[in-house]
């Protein structure tokens, strides 16, 4: 059996730089202490728990909202996608220092949508339910609506003159261009942004690559992590590859192998290397 590894894979530049700011203020002895995670900074378990171990309190719960009503002291870092403005307003009420690790991608879509909002558009926004960026965004805004790839967009029924369509960065770029589609029908004046990172998109379109060539791609990726998710969805979708996405090499033995020849590797933008080194050392010894 052949394995390669799939270029580009693995951390992007987001979740790089929020996994710096928060070993540098664990270092930095001015940065108050203990520091709080407000949700997982970023969609990984193993880069959460390491986090842990160096002493950061995760708070993870229902409402960012509630878990910051908690914190008296200390230091409050907010995740790479994001929070809603209605955290920023209670941490400078509570005059809570914090650390903002939102991803400039994720900023960028945020002003985009408020800009839309002041000219009187609609927004009609496509996201992960209870993803934290698309929280941050929605933020009980009667003036946004969320639809997700699930929802039956036949029965969408909208009385607004100007309607804005965008969505989370993390949903693959085939799927928005299909959802913008159906809406168009609808909705023949609808504005349009797509809004997916570049980071997404080059990993997805490495990903349908490589599933021409290989019979099986293996994502090395978090449950929780929605690119890792979307990487193994537009597999299956645009390839004839089996595709399956596994937390770590101890998953592998879920996998059939059976008639497999060559393998491509790739993992989600919030899977540390290590992880895909594992995997990879554990496939060469099946
Ligand atoms: S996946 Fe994209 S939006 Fe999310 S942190 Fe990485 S670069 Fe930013």
Redesign the pocket.
């Known amino acids: 059996m052949e394995i390669f590894e799939i270029k580009p894979q693995g951390f992007?530049?987001?979740?790089v730089s929020a996994i710096n700011l928060l070993n540098k203020a664990l270092k930095d002895p001015l940065i108050q202490k203990p520091i709080y995670m407000l949700g997982d900074l970023v969609h990984n378990k193993y880069v959460i728990n390491d986090f842990k171990e160096k002493g950061v309190i995760v708070l993870n719960g229902d409402s960012r909202e509630k878990l910051l009503n908690t914190i008296i002291d200390g230091t409050v870092i907010l995740t790479?996608?994001g929070v809603s403005d209605k955290i920023y307003q209670i941490l400078e009420a509570k005059k809570l220092k914090y650390i903002d690790t939102t991803?400039p991608?994720?900023f960028k879509t945020a002003k985009l949508i408020k800009e839309k909002l002041q000219d009187g558009y609609h927004i009609l926004y496509l996201g992960v339910k209870n993803h934290p960026e698309t929280e941050g965004v929605i933020s009980n805004n009667n003036n946004i609506t969320l639809i997700t790839l699930q929802d039956d967009l036949d029965n969408l029924n909208l009385n607004y003159q100007k309607i804005f369509f965008t969505n989370q960065?993390?949903i693959s770029t085939h799927e928005v261009e299909i959802v913008y589609n159906k809406l168009k029908q609808k909705f023949p004046n609808i504005l349009y942004s797509e809004e997916v990172?570049s980071?997404?998109k080059l990993r997805q379109n490495a990903v349908i690559e490589a599933g021409k060539l290989y019979d099986l791609i293996i994502v090395v990726g978090d449950k929780s992590s929605n690119?890792s998710k979307e990487l193994k969805n537009v597999c299956l979708k645009h390839t004839n590859a089996k595709c399956e996405l596994i937390d770590s090499y101890k998953d592998l033995n879920s996998i059939d192998f059976l008639n497999i020849t060559s393998v491509g590797i790739t993992s989600g933008?919030s899977t540390p290397k290590y992880l895909v080194d594992e995997v990879i050392d554990s496939l060469k010894k099946l």
Do not use: D, P, S
């Not at 992007?12 to 979740?15: L, M």
């Open positions: 992007c530049f987001g979740v790479a996608h991803c991608n994720v960065t993390t990172c980071a997404t690119n933008a």
